[in-house]
């Protein structure tokens, strides 16, 4: 059965999710470096462009706010200039500023590396990691508060920077046995949550490694850590325990019994800073939709490989998870979800072409027909006539092959995109589908020129072009069959 995501990331719309933790900036300052300096044997980087990105626990919240959840974010910055632009970078991401505190006595943490292409060159650190002042803590359980009655899920993202306290876990534990919630940890020192008894944390492998008081390194990190669940459950109380790799994926354990693994996306050049953020932000929305392990983790791992494709700090949009859960899945049998297809590829800037056929028997010719329909843009969808259609159209006898073998023979070739089953009593045009999909080019054979075209009118309206790609002689479906059945008839009379 096939996983409908549209409807699950629908569903991530309707969460408010609380975000507490260590407030952080990242700043990116790209250059090139092309010499030694003559003073040091040391290089020299020329920059060329500086770029400051959300890190840190507000990493977590922008990809949960980009997800389409709500999210509040319970911090604590400086009051210093960095915090201003941290402020807009917030705002920015559609994450209100009510409950971060700038505070007096602190320096809001950056980090700021320093790039030449492909390489990292220097990472040097700035800001308070001091544990909060009496005044600041007082505010900050008092906004917790305040922003816990909200909420459906609170993420701790705690990177041990002086925000998150015992006292503060104190607190977050005395809301939880007022109000139960779902509550996610993502920390270097998970086992400090235990008293919590989390729905949901995340360790690293180093971390778990750590915390397991086993030896670094081994060459199968996977089959060295599955035997463990119980033990990190033991360690930490929590209900479920997404254990990430790296580049080797995730294990997923349930009440401390090992359940899934999930494998990550390989990517050539990955940026990986933030990615544990993304990772996590996708595992809580997919498991408050009441997803099971395995598409929890598919969707997280989806979604943390769509971030690392991206240079610096990066975030999954909603759009984009749904574009790279749904890529390999060529047929569209529900509107909603080639309409949010669509929409995704319009926002990328792609140029879509659309043509549709009944595409009874495939030959060379409509081979020939895709392949340079889709020259013609960047994604290709193809309006498939079902049976019914087809029937009105072309006679009782056909189609010759059901609409479930058409939608999968058109889908195994590369030059198309989406098969989008399409035809009623009432109307056998695509009109419906080019309503929806609003093409960029719409596409027929060049046997249909100066013939009247049902669609023509909203195509113009639409600002769509119409291309015809010149027929191929003697390539037809209805030709084939003639062929076959006066081979038969020979071959009958023959036998007779």
Do not use: W
């Amino acid at each position: 059965m096939k996983t409908d995501y549209f409807t699950i990331l629908k569903k991530f719309k309707k969460f408010k999710i609380l975000v507490i933790g260590d407030f952080m900036m990242d700043v990116y300052l790209h250059g090139n470096c092309t010499r030694l300096a003559p003073e040091a044997s040391v290089p020299v980087v020329d920059i060329v462009s500086k770029r400051n990105c959300l890190g840190g626990a507000a990493n977590a919240a922008a990809n949960l706010s980009a997800m389409g959840c709500q999210v509040s974010f319970c911090t604590v910055t400086g009051k210093d200039p960095v915090s201003n632009t941290a402020i807009q970078l917030l705002t920015d991401a559609g994450i209100p500023s009510t409950f971060v505190i700038r505070a007096q006595e602190r320096q809001t943490i950056v980090k700021t590396r320093i790039t030449a292409p492909s390489h990292t060159l220097l990472r040097y650190d700035e800001g308070t990691d001091a544990p909060l002042d009496t005044e600041t803590e007082t505010q900050l359980i008092y906004n917790l508060c305040k922003a816990y009655r909200e909420c459906d899920a609170v993420l701790v993202a705690d990177y041990d920077k002086g925000v998150i306290s015992q006292i503060v876990i104190a607190e977050l534990m005395k809301l939880k046995s007022q109000r139960p919630k779902f509550i996610a940890v993502d920390s270097k020192r998970v086992d400090v949550f235990s008293c919590l008894k989390p729905s949901l944390i995340k360790p690293n492998y180093d971390e778990a490694i750590k915390l397991l008081k086993l030896p670094f390194g081994s060459p199968s990190r996977a089959e060295q850590l599955k035997p463990f669940g119980k033990l990190l459950q033991e360690k930490t109380n929590a209900a479920i325990i997404a254990l990430t790799m790296d580049k080797d994926g995730a294990l997923f354990f349930e009440q401390g019994e090992f359940s899934h693994r999930c494998y990550a996306h390989q990517v050539s050049h990955p940026s990986v800073s933030g990615a544990g953020d993304t990772f996590i932000s996708a595992c809580i929305l997919a498991l408050l939709a009441n997803c099971n392990i395995p598409v929890t983790a598919e969707i997280a791992t989806a979604a943390a490989g769509m971030a690392i494709t991206k240079s610096d700090t990066s975030i999954c949009y909603d759009h984009e998870l749904a574009n790279f859960l749904t890529t390999a899945e060529k047929s569209v049998l529900m509107m909603s979800t080639l309409r949010q297809k669509c929409k995704a590829y319009k926002t990328e800037g792609k140029r879509i072409v659309f043509t549709n056929g009944c595409f009874d028997i495939l030959h060379s010719g409509h081979v020939n027909y895709l392949q340079k329909a889709k020259e013609m843009g960047d994604i290709l969808v193809v309006g498939l006539n079902n049976d019914e259609s087809i029937k009105r159209i072309k006679g009782e006898d056909r189609p010759v092959n059901t609409l479930e073998n058409r939608i999968e023979v058109l889908s195994a070739l590369g030059c198309v995109d989406h098969v989008v089953p399409f035809g009623s009593s009432r109307d056998d045009t695509p009109i419906s589908l080019i309503k929806l999909i609003r093409p960029d080019v719409f596409v027929k054979g060049g046997d249909y020129k100066g013939k009247y075209l049902a669609e023509e009118k909203l195509l113009k309206r639409i600002g769509c072009s119409i291309e015809f790609i010149p027929f191929i002689f003697n390539q037809s479906t209805t030709k084939i069959i003639d062929r076959i059945e006066n081979k038969t008839i020979l071959k009958v009379a023959i036998a007779n």
